[in-house]
């Protein structure tokens, strides 16, 4: 991984018991999450970027941090570094984390402006990376607060005026139902991450203001507003900003999953939609004129959390400034619940649904851009020649499990389920082949299985195969 380096930590001696190379007691430890997971022989310690630790490989080319004891030069003046006591410095800026009086989020950004400055803003990476080491030294487990608040209108906006350019999201967020105001906290497995908490809480927070003797980093001009229009956009598609935007309201029949209505999106040059304020959203919303102004059925945006559960993100890579949940929502009901549809037809709110429940969609891509036309859908299959329960795709047949519990099936066996029948799990080779199988999921996970043409019937009612190496298997 680009930046990351060498610490003096490895289980080499002994696998799964880490030690120091200086031989000094393991006391603190700051692993990213699930790790160390000791894939292959992985026996050395790396800092990511993010400040947290992954065991690598250690024949791994890296740079290295070293340390060694200080040299007794006698009594040293400490060094002018443009902050107060109490205050620590990191480039432009001067933080003071403050343990000793708690607050609610408003008033600990009056004691900031108080003396000087505001609640901390964390504008990129390295930046939080700074702070989440100084917050691996405190072991009392408090949170903090920091300068992000969610407005009434769900948009995301830090306290200095600043925009959301970077996200560091725990697990579950950003989660507007949990509290409008923005925490990080020390936990061993989460420090430096973002959390949302009712901003009447009372708990220690950051100050941050100018380091002396350096200035700020002049922000860009303000972009000029003009009204929302469909320039550069293809016919169709509703503009607004700098993105046009292509409302897909279908029969039943022909709506899509959430996989399947992204694939339709990035064939045309774009991704399902991103919404990044209330403006944007709502003028979608108003512009469109539904077909059917009463149906609730949503319609798919790019949100989703299948990465890790509660951790939501755009699927075109954007930053999580704004949510627009439906009361209740997101409640993973089922506990299968990864992707986000908008009610759009009755006025938008966000739920998290099933990702392969077929809906509407929504497309997003740059203005300017025309869209690209999708490539036809491969023709449906037919009944197999050798088994009428198979779906037959030359030189293939095709089988799937039922959407029910008894259909559902550890992968061995899924595999060894599939061999019983003649086949292994599905693998894919081409485009159409992957459309084709696509075609046959609609609604939930299932499972596949394929034959060669070539398999027959036996006596005892077992399918054999005369080629094993063209037989497939997948999930």
Known sequence: MMNAHWIGMSDISEEMYYTWSDMTEVTFTLWYYNEPNNQGEEDCVEVLTVGRWNDLVCSESFNSVCKKPMEDLGSVPPPDDGCSNGWVAYLSSCYKFE??????????????????????????????????????????????????????FGSYTWVDGSYLWYDNWGEGEPDGNAGKCIMTNTDDMSAGYWYSAPCSNFMPYICERLRYGFTTTAAPPPVPTTPPNN???????????????????????????????????????????SFHGP??????????????????????????DQAVEGGYEWSDRTQVDYTNWAPGEPNDSGGSE?????????????????????????????????????????????????????????PYCYWNSEPTDFGRKGWTEAEDYCHEKGGHLLSVHDDDEQRFINDMVRKLIFLFCVLNNACRQTKTKQKRCKNLTILKCCL
Not at 249 to 272: H, K, N, Y
Not at 367 to 393: F, L, N, V
Request: with cysteine.
């Open 279 to 304: 403006g944007e959203e709502s003028y979608i919303i108003d512009y469109y004129q539904p077909k059917d102004p009463f149906s609730y059925d949503g319609y798919w945006i790019g949100l989703n």
């Open 99 to 152: 343990t000793g009086f708690q607050a609610s989020w408003q008033a600990a950004n009056t004691q900031c402006e108080n003396v000087g400055g505001h609640l901390a803003a964390l504008n990129d990476g390295y930046e939080t990376a700074y702070i989440s080491s100084q917050l691996g030294t405190d072991m009392t487990g408090n949170n903090y607060w920091i300068g992000l608040s969610q407005d009434e």
């Open 231 to 273: 320039v550069g956009c293809a016919a169709g598609w509703i503009g607004f900003g700098n993105n046009c935007f292509q409302v897909n309201e279908m029969d039943a029949d022909v709506r899509l999953t959430w996989f399947d209505a992204r694939s339709i999106c990035v064939v045309e040059g774009g991704d399902l939609a």
């Open 338 to 394: 990864e992707c986000t549809e908008s009610n759009i037809n009755t006025g938008g709110g966000w739920n998290d649904n099933n990702c392969y429940v077929v809906r509407n969609w929504v497309c997003k891509m740059p203005k300017g851009q025309a869209p690209r036309t999708p490539p036809p859908s491969p023709p449906p299959g037919t009944i197999c020649p050798s088994d009428p329960e198979w779906t037959y795709r030359h």
